[in-house]
């Protein structure tokens, strides 16, 4: 992260994981350390997947949502009794 904090230099900078291993206070307090934003994801609570964690961590927040996933349980659910929204 060091590394990628020196090439970007002031450019403000969101860092998004994919893997609980990362999942530590060393990471966040990097994180705090070189001012890079944590990317909050909203996805599926599947195992294996990254739980919802919100925490500031830098100038910039960051929330991703999986809004077409919910489009399709949306679509799905509509066609069920008929209708459309």
């Not at 909050?40 to 195992?47: F, G, I, Q, Y």
């Not at 294996?48 to 961590?57: E, H, N, S």
Request: proline residues 5%.
């Amino acid at each position: 992260m060091r590394r990628l904090h020196d090439g970007l230099g002031d450019l403000a900078t969101v860092v998004e994981f994919r893997n609980e291993g990362w999942l530590t206070d060393a990471t966040f307090d990097l994180l705090r350390e070189l001012q890079l934003g944590f990317c909050c994801v909203d996805e599926p609570r599947l195992k294996g997947l990254f739980p919802p964690i919100a925490k500031a961590t830098g100038p910039v927040a960051y929330l991703r949502v999986f809004f077409q996933m919910n489009c399709v349980v949306i679509c799905l659910m509509s066609s069920r009794d008929g209708r459309r929204t």
